[in-house]
Nanobody, 121 residues
Framework: QVQLVESGGGLVQPGGSLRLSCAASGSIFSINAMGWYRQAPGKERELVAS???????NYADSVKGRFTISRGNAKNTVYLQMNSLKPEDTAVYYCNVDGKLYYYARLMSFWGQGTQVTVSS
């Protein structure tokens, strides 16, 4: 009963920027954290950035200083501003939400279907 809608992916040249958006809807009651993961061909899915309900952020070393994660005015939204993009940033980016449902008071993890980010000349 939780839907994560992602947008903002696409093709961009090295050094360019993209802004990914994710909105959670449905039976979500509370959110502990939201984040972005990515998976490149032949590689494991990895954490890119996360942000807690209190605003604490965490970034992968490879994106520090280039990417910024933030929460929207609606607390069920999260953004990933991606600057100075590199070819190695090419991957499918997945939105992730850790939270609780109205009818199930245990922490769960929800995932979007992913959005393709391609950095190429």
């Amino acid at each position: 009963q939780v839907q994560l809608v992602e947008s903002g992916g696409g093709l961009v040249q090295p050094g360019g920027s993209l802004r990914l958006s994710c909105a959670a809807s449905g039976s979500i009651f509370s959110i502990n954290a939201m984040g972005w993961y990515r998976q490149a061909p032949g590689k494991e899915r990895e954490l890119v950035a996360s942000i807690t309900s209190g605003g604490t952020t965490n970034y992968a070393d490879s994106v520090k200083g280039r990417f910024t994660i933030s929460r929207g005015n609606a607390k069920n939204t999260v953004y990933l501003q991606m600057n100075s993009l590199k070819p190695e940033d090419t991957a499918v980016y997945y939105c992730n939400v850790d939270g609780k449902l109205y009818y199930y008071a245990r922490l769960m993890s929800f995932w979007g279907q992913g959005t393709q980010v391609t950095v190429s000349s």
